[in-house]
């Protein structure tokens, strides 16, 4: 394990190797069971995860721009230390910047980590004013494992709010549903007037755009097309968004092709509503974990 890594310093024969989206550096990870996934420097971006059947388990835009400082469409882009809009970039700093290999390892049950760090240096500084250090750890197994971790390395308290992006591969939006969210309170980003959720299955017609508070720990997307379900399980991460920009709003994004929102659903795991205060030499976790099973399988 080395703290000050160079890429290829992570890398372990079969297991992590070089690969590229574009112009950006990634790692791509493997597990025995022939699972794979791809994590893009920028950003700490996981930008494909397969399972052992080779089907692809996130969503990733054929217009999506591989370029340094743009932002990366599908995949799960991390957001800090600002969810959505404000006075810092949207969805914050860290999913443009480069973050730093850090170290890896093939854990005694197999899993397969790769961990990369964000430190503020003087660019990010200027743009909000306090030290700080993210870690993102990313464990393959029979399970894709994000641990996001923030520490105030400073001497002030600042708050912040952290979300797991993840855009997941649906067959149909019209027949995918979201299950767990009902009795979490919501805030609609689309005017719509805040209110307690009461749906068993959220399904999708419109433009969804909606943050749910205090969700229990397992959400789960049901995707009757693919006989699948994709259990999300999560931990430290009270928050949950729903997003699927529907065929207006598709057509206005031009790294989301017109028809892709048909195979996308965003449900992002998070800290939104209210901050985490962090106090000076503290640290914050965050932990998601996905699954995919069968439909019919228990979870
Ligand atoms: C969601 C927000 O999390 O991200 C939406 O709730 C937003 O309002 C969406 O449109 C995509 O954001 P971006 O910056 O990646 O286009």
């Not at 390892?105 to 660019?123: I, Q």
């Not at 993210?134 to 979300?163: H, I, M, R, W, Y």
Request: proline share 7%.
């Amino acid at each position: 394990m080395n703290r000050e890594a160079r890429l290829d310093a992570l890398f372990i024969p079969g297991r992590l190797g070089p690969a590229a989206r574009g112009g950006l550096p990634a790692i791509e990870l493997r597990h025995a069971s022939g699972a794979r996934a791809e994590l893009a420097l920028q950003g700490a971006h996981v930008t494909a995860w397969q399972g052992a059947d080779g089907a692809d388990r996130l969503f990733l835009s054929r217009c999506s721009r591989f370029q340094a400082g743009v932002p990366i469409r599908g995949g799960v882009p991390v957001v800090f230390p600002q969810f959505g809009a404000g006075p810092l970039p949207q969805h914050g700093l860290a999913r443009t910047r480069a973050w730093r290999p850090v170290r890896s390892a093939v854990e005694a049950d197999g899993a397969v980590v790769a961990v990369l760090a964000l430190e503020s240096d003087e660019a990010l500084l200027a743009l909000w004013p306090h030290p700080f250090r993210l870690e993102l750890a990313v464990a393959l197994a029979d399970t894709l494992s994000l641990s996001l971790a923030v520490e105030n390395t400073g001497t002030k308290p600042f708050a912040f709010q952290a979300a797991l992006h993840t855009y997941f591969r649906v067959s149909d939006i019209a027949g995918a549903r979201v299950i767990g969210l009902a009795g979490s309170a919501f805030q609609d980003f689309l005017g719509k007037l805040p209110g307690l959720e009461r749906r068993e299955a959220l399904a999708f017609d419109a433009e969804t755009d909606r943050l749910f508070t205090g969700v229990p720990d397992v959400v789960r997307i049901e995707d009757p097309g693919a006989r699948r379900v994709l259990r999300i399980e999560k931990r430290g991460m009270p928050d949950v968004v729903v997003w699927n920009p529907w065929i207006d709003k598709a057509r206005c994004l031009e790294d989301l092709g017109d028809n892709e929102y048909r195979t996308m659903v965003c449900v992002e795991t998070g800290a939104i509503r209210p901050p985490i205060g962090l106090a000076p030499g503290s640290r914050w976790l965050g932990r998601t974990v996905f699954r995919a099973l069968q439909e019919g399988a228990p979870g």
